[in-house]
């Protein structure tokens, strides 16, 4: 059974500061996912990374893929208050369909 | 990228009602989702939609509870039956393309249906 973990549950972080979430799973996946879901809202699409050594960015957060490790991290550069939300990993262990198992989730609250 | 229309957004039931939730993709997607988010929890995932089949559930989620229809490839519906307290979660649909170049390998989610079982 593919599990998948995230830490830390919570992060609380200064604007300005640099910080990274850790994303594990137990299985070989070809597929991690990061989304970011604000309160109350569904989930927003980050980051899809396919292959060992994939590293993608999009403005203050990025993103990185270790197969071999089965490891995944979301880096964030010099926080912003508009960060704050939870950040889930999910991973797609199934081979065939798109069958995502999340991580717990990263609740980001960054304050002034 | 897929936009998903997902009714009803929220909803209020009595115990041992049930609650058919639709979800309406602009386009014809090749693969459709049922997750479940329970308060304070990540997201499980309960069935994928089969379109022309019968869904297939995920270990701890049965049909007789969970029934699913995709009659076409831009629509399905998820009923939660004989509700109870238990089931007071957010429900949510997603998609994922696999014939459009552009959005493949992205699985885009609705906005969610938060059900509170009273």
């Known amino acids: 059974e593919l599990k998948v973990e995230q830490n830390p549950l919570f992060l609380s972080m200064q604007e300005g500061k640099n910080y990274t979430i850790y994303c594990n799973y137990s299985t070989t996946s070809d597929r991690l996912y990061w989304y970011r879901q604000d309160p109350g809202k569904s989930l927003e699409s980050l980051f899809v990374l396919l292959s060992n050594g994939a590293v993608k960015q999009e403005g203050r957060l990025m993103a990185s893929l270790d197969t071999k490790a089965r490891l995944s991290t979301l880096h964030i550069t010099a926080a912003v208050h508009d960060l704050s939300a939870t950040y889930f990993c999910?991973?797609?262990?199934?081979?065939?369909?798109?069958?995502?198992?999340f991580g717990t989730g990263t609740r980001l609250q960054v304050t002034l | 990228s897929a936009v998903i229309s997902q009714k009803p957004s929220r909803d209020i039931c009595q115990r041992g009602t049930s609650l058919t939730i639709q979800c309406q993709v602009d386009?014809?997607?090749?693969?459709m989702f049922w997750y479940r988010q329970q308060p304070g929890q990540s997201l499980t995932l309960i069935a994928t939609?089969?379109?022309?089949?019968?869904?297939?559930?995920e270990s701890g989620f049965v049909i007789d509870k969970f029934p699913i229809s995709r009659p076409n490839l831009t629509f399905s519906t998820l009923t939660v039956s004989n509700m109870s307290p238990e089931d007071s979660s957010i429900y949510l649909c997603s998609v994922e393309d696999r014939l459009s170049s552009f959005t493949k390998n992205i699985q885009y989610f609705g906005a969610g249906t938060r059900l509170s079982v009273l």
């Open positions: 999910a991973v797609d262990g199934s081979g065939t369909a798109s069958k995502l198992t």
């Open positions: 386009s014809q997607v090749t693969m």
């Open positions: 939609a089969n379109q022309g089949s019968e869904a297939t559930y």
